[in-house]
């Protein structure tokens, strides 16, 4: 009794090793690469800083991010920056006058980028609560314009990269 247990479990190890694996059909990376011969990452390495405490002037959004490429970095040339504000607690606090669109921020030139531990091109990219606000039509932190963000409003940050 106790040799068919051991066969039954080994016989169900196999089973579960081989088809594990086995290529997924609906892999989403598979879908994403295939047929792509070339191109370029951008990736964030860490978030160092993405919650925005309210009435908090020095609060910022900071992430380190790496580009990689077929040239390890050659292909580099700059990263676009926007931001989007969307109103998540439209009972509180008037965000009336914000620009709801996405806005331009800023462009991240090559220049700024140093060789990260692995000789990718990294840098850190920080902006303040204050740049938010501003950016998005709603003043600084402390003015009367701050009284139209609420907890449950949200900053979105898009990086684009450019080859």
Sequence with gaps: MKNIFKIVALGAVLVFSATSCEKDAN????????????????RTIMIV??????????????????????QEGGLLESVDVYLTFVDGSPDEGDSSAANTDEVFIRNIPASEFSPGPFGLPR????????????????????????EAIF????????MSLVT
């Design 27 to 42: 892999n989403v990376i598979d879908q994403v690469v295939d047929g792509v011969t070339n191109g370029a990452v951008l």
């Design 151 to 158: 907890g449950g409003d949200t900053f979105t940050t898009r």
């Design 123 to 146: 840098t850190t990219y920080v902006i303040t609560v204050n740049e938010m606000l501003a950016a998005v039509g709603l003043g600084d932190v402390g003015s009367s314009e701050e």
């Design 49 to 70: 800083s993405n919650e925005i405490p309210l009435f908090d002037s020095t609060a910022s959004f900071e992430v380190i991010i790496e580009e990689q490429d077929a």
